[in-house]
């Protein structure tokens, strides 16, 4: 079973920035999937969409991180990243790397990392 290394979680400031990686243990293309991202979840909320990648560069972004998240994928190095700008408080969540699927449902998620906590402060 391919396992997901979430890194780069923390405490930061309004408005601050955030870059969070993750390290899968074998290939993030073709066999394994070509969906790699990141989920979230807040307590008291259901675990939603932050951003995935598919095979072309291509990407799909939740409406609310749209032009303060970017997410990159390196095949060769089986790792994905979520560069994090602009930061609000109700962007605080736990944060987990996916791989699956390039759809934007949550069932396309073959594989879990153990999430990553991210803390905006106001």
């Known amino acids: 079973q391919v396992q997901l290394a979430e890194s780069g979680g923390g405490l930061v400031q309004a408005g601050g920035s955030l870059r969070l990686s993750c390290v899968a243990s074998?290939?993030?293309?073709?066999?394994?999937?070509?969906?790699v991202g990141w989920y979230r979840q807040a307590p008291g909320k259901q675990r939603e969409l932050v951003a995935i990648?598919?095979?072309?560069?291509?990407?799909i972004y939740a409406d609310s991180v749209k032009g303060r998240f970017t997410i990159s994928r390196d095949n060769a190095k089986n790792s994905v990243y979520l560069q994090m700008s602009s930061l609000k408080p109700e962007d605080t969540a736990v944060y987990y790397c996916?791989?699956?699927?390039?759809?934007?449902?949550?069932?396309?998620?073959?594989?879990w990392g153990q999430g990553t906590q991210v803390t905006v402060s106001s």
């Open positions: 074998e290939s993030i293309s073709s066999i394994n999937g070509n969906g």
């Open positions: 990648t598919g095979p072309y560069g291509t990407a």
């Open positions: 996916t791989l699956g699927r390039f759809q934007p449902t949550i069932n396309a998620v073959n594989y």
